[in-house]
Structure formats: structure tokens, C-alpha cells
């Protein structure tokens, strides 16, 4: 148990899982990730998110990966953890699973699998909050929950105390907008972070307090110096960032053969593997690994952007 | 371990999985469930199906649906299990948990929540199979899975003897013709069952040799009748029974405010109360039962049917 | 104008249009054309289908086709004409231009493009039926229209007697077992007919009255067999005829990088003219026509589903 | 025929189009509209696109509202006109029956209805671009269209001079700044205007050159004042005009069972009858207006956003 923080906001990136050769968890690769995203000044860290691999692990696997983050991090920012299932009782199993690690809240998305209505979606949030005192954060992520979370549904999850915050990577910037305006109009019950990589700047216009960007994994510095343009008010240094990111994130398209974290997930491994931070872009069964010409147009794009030279200069 | 059994055909309802109104495991119920299924005539029972709410139930209740199926059924008619889950290695874990249990096969899905592309799910489906000697069963269910399922993939494993059979609950009959056909064509290595209950007539023309009828739960009889006439080539005797049958599938349709399974599943289990088979139509959390007029207008559909007059008689 | 007909059922292809290499409409192909399917024993003709490329022509190519149509057919078996287009005004424009042609019928989609709801949808279909004396078709086809209409809505049009009939090709074969069971349940106001050419049988389990099949241009013969065999209650003949139809109908996958009407109205234009029936096989622009190693696909096809020879012998 | 115009950028509000009680353009109406939206400082105006319900009018009406709408602007700032139509030759015909106005380009989108690929939307937008001298600008709308348009395509066909420019209404804020970065690497042969009118601040963070904002019949001069805070960099200022902006939007939100433009379309009229510019919010066949409390919500949101107060002052 650990006193309810204060509200996360600013870059929180979802943290990669990094693996052996053979799959296992790789701890020091792990250690380099973190350092490399604390020296990158990030403000919090999302374990087990989609970019974490989450869907892929059991049990054990996700308790290894909270043990090692929290233990890693040692508390120099908050961590959040995923709390992915299918449905309620076993996102419950996993919350009870992590309320040992200090952490600063849950992630959770609606029900999937099974299709379930705004009724059954209500039910499963307040069921999860009412099973810890940790902040618990609404991940809207219709892509792969195949539900879209209505701003009025998460308004009201806000305003009724039980989520603490969005992280929303729905697509959707005109309801991300709507979001935020009815966020505002309500008090701010809700802390609004993006997951959307290359487009963080045009959030941060419409409200968000942050993002989750699977990319701040690969280069957390470009995220950080763009929130603190943005909390300043220094626009014209927003877009050249986020421009300079978004030609980086062109990454994630080198893969011929490949969809979803294959391709995404994968990408940012190998650009790391590359940059020196982890040893192996392995991905989790029944995932293969990015291999062949992809491997150097990503090398490409990283001298482009100019993170391989300062990497190996 | 048991040695792997006869192809699996005819009709094979996914059981439902009884819930006490406190939300445990009814085993009375289930008891009275697998007799009113025996005592229709059905040819095999799938456990932890979607119908079984699958999705909802944690790994000890898993375990426990199974135990009871496996020990009240007793090898009167094979059972298959769904292990089904989001990715390989999870799958892998039920089906391990599940070789204790006289099963007959398992039943699992693609992978989902994550994207996956033609490349992970064939290792996947390898994977699976891998691991056990009981033959797998591929269940296309692209409503809660969200990929479909080729043809030409689900040809491939099965002549690979990768798979014993597949599930189609595709909602694609087009599709499922031309997978009968290439079946045929290739030798028939695939058992085809149907899981749309009001149009297994028309997939048995196609080629289906039998079926997974959710409804099959409320009238297992009507659906062995239908059975035993299509292979006796007694077509009018088949539409006579499919049609009563989609008369008595309204049941799904009078919930309101209700989707997915609460609607579905839900009908089920209230028609079965009101039969008299099981003690209450408790789903798992975060549904709620099925109450109020939709109640009797489900009554109405089990005597406009037959079902209710015979089971009060 | 002409007298209202008896409702239309049993096999009414939806005719393709034949061209000349230059684009032109090639009447002496179509009289062919036309010749073929009468020979074949359909029972009416669909003109100005989709597979009819309706959606390519200009008013004035709509009105040659109707012209050329109805003098060929000559009253020897009724034809219906489709009345497609984005929206009320220019639908009724199309029937104003269809009136003085000898027709058994209009055909009209849902609107599309611009998004409506069901209350709109039936403003429409009554402002088409007031336009008019002839029997109204409505024409479910969601692949194009990206609207599913409802068997509430097309029953309570059907009982208003707004609308004769129903041409199904919305590929939901659970939803058309609940219309053709509401058809009935109402006193069957609405004849039905699926474009489904590949699962007619089971259409006629579920209570077709007859079928829109494109590949019917092919072989207007198999599907007049399988309709008079469905009939007679020959279910075994029926099956019989759909597989060899739906073996026939794998001319469509052929074309390699070609989708939609390009690949499938392509198919059967190329089939014909191998078959001698039409000259060319040229597409509406801008579609190119089928080309290189599909047309010897093509040909293998009609061979080995018994078409080629019987033509060339 | 006119000289072709220089590239046409910032404010383009898609030009509503004002009907009598009866359905009939209504001219003194349009007139008003047109001087309401110079007036604000619009820097060109966008005829007979989905806001001016183009779907819904035969091409007597679309003549009759490109003479109205180039007789009333007269050459003050370009007009650039929709020719939005199923398949390439009924765009060709919109085209030629257009070229007699004085207009500065057209607009077009992918084919739709028929299913085409990349192929046939390649050859489509050449054979529109053959067949005038004029600036032709791609239209991304798949909730219209149902085709996404690639931004590699887009690319190709600006480099290749088909294109001058894309109206972006895709949705996808990740895809447009994909396109955007292509643009400025090829040179920038494409001007980028997106039909988001609620996250215009973030499209011009992207890279957009302007916008096409359905809200701008509304509410010109807060667009135009957004527009010069964007030219000017003072995005302090641009994110207060958007943010009232996206409070105005909620106008479409008010009606209740209304979808498409009957909803959005709708809303516009409504609020500009009650601001007093435009004589009824009657709607084109088969929609209805707008009616009711819907009504005096819209008219509440007005005064909320200091619209109606100006008016009536």
C-alpha cells in the first residue's frame, strides 16, 4: 500500500519489455532502458502497456516486470502499471498481484473479448477502483478493445471520482478536443495524456496534460524538452520537435510483412538495440523479430534524426 | 493423456457455465444442464466457450468448469475445452492445466487485443498444437476476435495436421462454402461445425458435418432432430426444425438496453430457468441478469415454441 | 407505363453490360447476352445492377442500356431495372427517365454517400414508390451502400406496401432467416431474392423465393436447374448444382490486384466472351479489363466445371 | 476557361446551401450568406461540397447554385467547386458543365458506391485532371467514400501535377501529418487544407496551409481571426479562437435521432436562421429540419459563445 500520489502528468512512456535471445526477461537491457528514459527526463513510467508487450505475458511474467521496474526505478518517478485482461475478475487478479510494488496507479481498458455495453463498461471501472486506493487510469484504445470510450462516459468516471485520468489512443483528435473542453468545464477531474506519438503537439493545444509515447522509449529527451516547450508557451519549438519525432517515428513503417507490435513494438527494439540500450530486439512468442533491410533503413531514419551519431560519437 | 479420440461432429453445444446468485459455480445446475443436453441427444459438449462466458472467469474457475463438466459427462460423450486467450503463451497455460481432464480436443482462437498478422497466427496455432497430443480445433470468431480466418490458412494447418477442425462463428457463409469446398477438395482433413444456430441448414448443405449451437443449451433435442434428418437427406424434415429453432433464437433479441453476451447468454440462461433446468440466470461480472418483460416475452417464445408447455407438462 | 405485374421470382440475373473495345455499349453482344440467359431459363432480368456497372454510366448510357434491354427481352420475361444513385432526387430523376420503357419494376438502394438514418431511409423508399406504379425492389447491398437495412424497417415498407420485394446481398444470412420468418409471420408482403450466387440453397431453406446471381450470366442454365430442383423439394440436386456453381464462381478470386467490380464483373465478362457469348471483356472506366495468365485460370475453371466444352463442342 | 489560378490557402468554408421553405435554392438567402462569410474575411469559398449537400441535388441544381454562388462572389476571392460523383464520367460531366463559371479548381473524391483499388482512383483523378485546365484538389473523406486515400498516393499524384491540393476530412490527424511531412520533403506540391474544424490548431501545427471548416458558414471571422494568429505564430491566440471554435461545434450534437447532415448540415442552417442570415433551416429530400428544443439549445450555445448577442445587438 502506498499513500494515493499526486496526479502523473508530462511524458510517461510505456515502457518496452526488453528480452533474451531465448525470451526471457533481459534485466540488464532493462536497467539501461530505464536509465536511458530517467536521463531523458521523463516524469513517469507505464508498465505494461501494449507497447510493454503486456497481452503476450502470464502471470509470472507480469510480476517479474513490475518487480524489476519498481525495483529499478526505486521511486526517482511514479510508475503505472497495465492492468490489461480480458474482463473484470482477472483485471482484478492482476491489481491484487501488484498492490505489493510501489506503484502510482492502474491502467485499465474496457472489457473486450466479449462484446459488453456502456452499463457493463461502468460496472468494470468502478469494480476496479473500488479494489485499491491507487489512482486508476481509462485507457482508451480502440484498436485493440474494439470499444470507443465516450467523453461523456469518462467524464462522468472522472466527476464520480473513480478514474483519475485518460490515456487516450482512440485516434480521435476531434473527441480528444471534446474531451478536454468537458474536462475543463468540469473541474479537471481528469489528467488527459495522449498516445499519440507524432502528434503530442496538436494535443497539447487541445488540453492534454502529456503523453505515453511508445516512441519516448527510443528518444525520451525529444519528449521532455517538447513538454517543457509546451508548458512554456514555446510553440514554434513544440512543432520542431514533434516534427523532428514524427520523421523519427517513421521507424515503426520499415517492416515489410508485419502488423501490429510486430511491426511498432518491433521497430522500437531494434532502433534501441541499435542505439546501444538493449542487447537483442526479440520480440514475445508468437512474434518474430525485425530482420534483413528493415534493420537499416531504421538505422537510417536514426541518423537522419540524429540520434545514432550522438549514440556512438 | 488420453489417446486421441474419433473426429468430433454432430451437434456440440458450448455449455453454459451455471452461476449460484452469488456468482459461484451451480454445480446442481450444471449436473441438470449436461443431462438435459444428454438426455437431447447431443454429440459432444464444449466446454469454456464463449457461451461458458470464458472470457470472464479467472484460471480456478476455469479449472473447476472443467472438473465438473468432465467428472458429470463421465466419458458419455467426448467434451472438447476452449482455452482461449489473448496470446500463445497464456493458451499454452490452459491447455496445460487442462491435460489432467478426459478432453476430447481443444478449442482456441487467433490471437487478439494485440494485432497480429497471418505470420503470428500460424505459429501460434503451431504452438498450440505442439503441445499437446489432443487434437485442436480453430475457432473463427471474428465478432470477439476481430481477424478472420482464411480459408487458405485454415486449409494449410489442417493438411499439416496442425488442426483436427474448425469452429465458424465467421457470420460469412460465403466464406464458409468455399472452405467446405477446398476441405473436400483436399482430402477432408478438417471437421467443420457451425455456430450460427438459426442457419445450420443451409451449412449443411454446404458441407458442415454438425454444429455448435449456443441455443443448443434451451433445445438440444431439436437440434439432434435436425442432425439425424440431414443425414438421412430428409431436407424438409431439417427446415421444419431450423425454422422452430429461429422462432425459439428470438429469445436473444428481447432483452433491452442489453449486448454482446448480457443479451445473448443471458436469454439462454433465463429460458433455462424458466425451464426449470437451472436455479438462476446469474451471469459473471460486470453483467447484470436479464429481468423484468423481457423475462415474459422469453416465456412466451419457449410455449409458442413447444418447449414450455412439455417441460411444465 | 404498364400495368402492374405479378411479383417476381426464381432466377433473375442482374445482367451485365457488354462493350466494345472502345467502350461503347455492343448491342450485338448484349442480344447474345440476353439470348444466353433466356436459353438458360431464367425467369426475369435485373438491368442496371451493380454488376450491370450501373455506378459507371452516365443518364444517357443508363437509358441506352434500358432501351436495348427491353426491346431485346421483348416482353418474354419481365425486367426490372435498378434505380441507383446517391440520393432521393436523382433516384426519382432515373425512374422519371425509366417510365416509358416496358418494365416489371425499379430497384433502389438506401441512400449513400451522404450519411442518413432510418428515418430518412424511409422517406426515401416512399418518395420512390410514390413516384411510380411499378413494383418497388429494395436493393440490400452494404458492401456498397455501408448501410445494413433492417428486417423491421423492410417488413414494415413491405406491409405498407411500399416495397414488392427485397434483393439481399447484404451477406447476413442469420439476418435474412429473420426476415424470410417475418415475411411469413406478416403474410409475406415481400418476395425475396438473394444475390448470394454461392449459398442459394441455403437461401431457399431459409424462404427465398428465387435469386440475383451475377454469376447467372454465366450460366443461367445451373442456376434454373437448382431453381426448379429447389422446387420440387430435390434437395440433393439442388446441392448438387450449387457446388458445381459455387466451384464455377472461383473465376472471381482469379484476377490477381484487382478488387470489386474490376475483379468480379471482370471475371464473368471474361468468362463469357471465352465462352463466345460477348466479344470483350472491357470494364466501365477506369477499370481496366482482366489480362494475362487469370484469363487461362478462367478458362481452366469453365472447363472443369463442364462450361467450356459444352460451348466449344 | 480561366487562367489557372495561384494555390488557393487559408480560410475555405464549405458554402452551405440555403433553400425556401419548398425545397428551392433560395437566392437572397445565399446572397446574405455569401456576404456574411466576405464579410468575416474568407480568403475563398467552397461550393457544392458535402456542407452545401451536393449529394442530394440533381445537376440542374448544382448549375443553379454554381451561377448563383459566381455571380454573388463576382471574382472577390476564388471559388473552387465540388464535383463529387460516383464514378469518373458523371464527374467529367460535372466538370464540363462547370467549366462556363469562373472558378479557381475542383474538388473530387475517390470513387465510391463500386468498390475500386489504387489502380482505378490513379486513373480516375488523371481523367479528371485531363479534362480541364483548372486546379483539381483531392477530397479525403471515408466517411463518405469508404476508401482512405494514401498519403503515397496523394504524393505521387501532386508530384505528377494531377493534384493541387488535398482537402483532408479523413479523421486521421496521424495520417495528415504523414502527409504534411511528405509534402515539405517533395518540395511541397500540395496545398493542405483539413475539414476538421474543431482541431484546425493542431492541422496547422502539422502543416496545413488552411481549412475547409463547415462551422465557417457559422462563424467566418473566428476562423480567418485563427488563421492570421497561425500566420503571425501567436498560438496563445490560435488555441483561445479554437476553443471557442469546438464550444460552438456543439450546435451538432444538440439534435436528437438525427445523424449525418441532417444533424451537422442542419445545425449550420439552424444557427444561421437564428443569427438571421440565412431565411429557413430547411433541408434537402429526404431530410427534415431541425425542430424543437434542439433548436433553442443551438440558440444557446450561441449566445454562450458570443454569436447571437452580436447579431441581435
Same mark, same amino acid.
Given at each position: 500500500?502506498?499513500?494515493?500520489? $499526486?496526479?502523473?502528468?508530462?511524458?510517461?512512456?510505456?515502457?518496452?519489455?526488453?528480452?533474451?535471445?531465448?525470451?526471457?526477461?533481459?534485466?540488464?537491457?532493462?536497467? *539501461?532502458?530505464?536509465?536511458?528514459?530517467?536521463?531523458?527526463?521523463?516524469?513517469?513510467?507505464?508498465?505494461?502497456?501494449?507497447?510493454?508487450?503486456?497481452?503476450?505475458?502470464?502471470?509470472?511474467?507480469?510480476?517479474?516486470?513490475?518487480?524489476?521496474?519498481?525495483? #529499478?526505478?526505486?521511486?526517482?518517478?511514479?510508475?503505472?502499471?497495465?492492468?490489461?485482461?480480458?474482463?473484470?475478475?482477472?483485471?482484478?487478479?492482476?491489481? *491484487?498481484?501488484?498492490? *505489493?510494488?510501489?506503484?502510482?496507479?492502474?491502467?485499465?481498458?474496457?472489457?473486450?473479448?466479449?462484446?459488453?455495453?456502456?452499463?457493463? #463498461?461502468?460496472?468494470?471501472?468502478? $469494480?476496479? $477502483?473500488?479494489?485499491?486506493?491507487?489512482?486508476?487510469? $481509462?485507457?482508451?484504445?480502440?484498436?485493440?478493445?474494439? =470499444? %470507443?470510450?465516450?467523453?461523456?462516459?469518462?467524464?462522468?468516471?472522472?466527476?464520480?471520482?473513480?478514474?483519475?485520468?485518460? %490515456?487516450?489512443?482512440?485516434?480521435?483528435?476531434?473527441?480528444?478536443?471534446?474531451?478536454?473542453?468537458?474536462?475543463?468545464?468540469?473541474?479537471?477531474?481528469?489528467?488527459?495524456?495522449?498516445?499519440?506519438?507524432?502528434?503530442?503537439?496538436?494535443?497539447? @493545444?487541445?488540453?492534454?496534460?502529456?503523453?505515453?509515447?511508445?516512441?519516448?522509449?527510443?528518444?525520451?529527451?525529444?519528449?521532455?524538452?517538447?513538454?517543457?516547450?509546451?508548458?512554456?508557451?514555446?510553440?514554434?519549438?513544440?512543432?520542431?520537435?514533434?516534427?523532428? @519525432?514524427?520523421?523519427?517515428?517513421? #521507424?515503426?513503417?520499415?517492416? =515489410?510483412?508485419?502488423?501490429?507490435?510486430?511491426?511498432?513494438?518491433?521497430?522500437? %527494439?531494434?532502433?534501441?538495440?541499435?542505439?546501444?540500450?538493449?542487447?537483442?530486439?526479440?520480440?514475445?512468442?508468437?512474434?518474430?523479430?525485425?530482420?534483413?533491410?528493415?534493420?537499416?533503413?531504421?538505422?537510417?531514419?536514426?541518423?537522419?534524426?540524429?540520434?545514432?551519431?550522438?549514440?556512438?560519437?
Amino acid at each position: 500500500m502506498t499513500t494515493a500520489p $499526486a496526479p502523473l502528468s508530462g511524458v510517461v512512456p510505456p515502457l518496452l519489455t526488453p528480452l533474451t535471445a531465448e525470451g526471457e526477461l533481459d534485466l540488464p537491457s532493462l536497467e *539501461r532502458l530505464v536509465a536511458h528514459l530517467l536521463d531523458g527526463g521523463v516524469d513517469g513510467i507505464f508498465a505494461l502497456g501494449s507497447s510493454g508487450e503486456v497481452a503476450f505475458w502470464d502471470d509470472a511474467r507480469r510480476e517479474a516486470v513490475l518487480e524489476a521496474v519498481t525495483g #529499478i526505478v526505486a521511486g526517482q518517478v511514479p510508475v503505472i502499471a497495465g492492468v490489461i485482461d480480458m474482463q473484470t475478475d482477472r483485471v482484478l487478479q492482476h491489481v *491484487r498481484a501488484a498492490e *505489493r510494488f510501489d506503484l502510482a496507479g492502474y491502467v485499465a481498458t474496457a472489457p473486450f473479448y466479449a462484446i459488453t455495453g456502456p452499463e457493463e #463498461i461502468d460496472a468494470h471501472f468502478r $469494480a476496479i $477502483a473500488a479494489a485499491t486506493d491507487r489512482p486508476l487510469w $481509462a485507457y482508451d484504445l480502440p484498436v485493440c478493445v474494439h =470499444t %470507443k470510450l465516450s467523453a461523456a462516459q469518462l467524464l462522468r468516471l472522472g466527476s464520480d471520482g473513480v478514474i483519475a485520468g485518460v %490515456k487516450d489512443s482512440s485516434g480521435d483528435d476531434v473527441g480528444f478536443r471534446r474531451l478536454a473542453a468537458g474536462n475543463r468545464a468540469a473541474g479537471s477531474p481528469l489528467t488527459l495524456l495522449t498516445g499519440h506519438e507524432v502528434v503530442v503537439d496538436g494535443a497539447y @493545444l487541445a488540453g492534454a496534460d502529456g503523453s505515453v509515447p511508445g516512441l519516448g522509449n527510443v528518444d525520451p529527451a525529444g519528449y521532455a524538452r517538447m513538454h517543457r516547450a509546451a508548458q512554456a508557451g514555446d510553440w514554434e519549438q513544440v512543432r520542431t520537435e514533434q516534427d523532428r @519525432l514524427a520523421a523519427l517515428f517513421e #521507424i515503426v513503417f520499415q517492416p =515489410t510483412g508485419k502488423v501490429g507490435p510486430a511491426a511498432g513494438v518491433g521497430a522500437f %527494439k531494434t532502433a534501441l538495440r541499435e542505439l546501444g540500450v538493449v542487447s537483442t530486439n526479440t520480440m514475445a512468442t508468437p512474434m518474430s523479430p525485425i530482420e534483413g533491410e528493415a534493420v537499416q533503413r531504421i538505422r537510417g531514419i536514426l541518423q537522419s534524426t540524429g540520434l545514432l551519431e550522438s549514440a556512438r560519437a
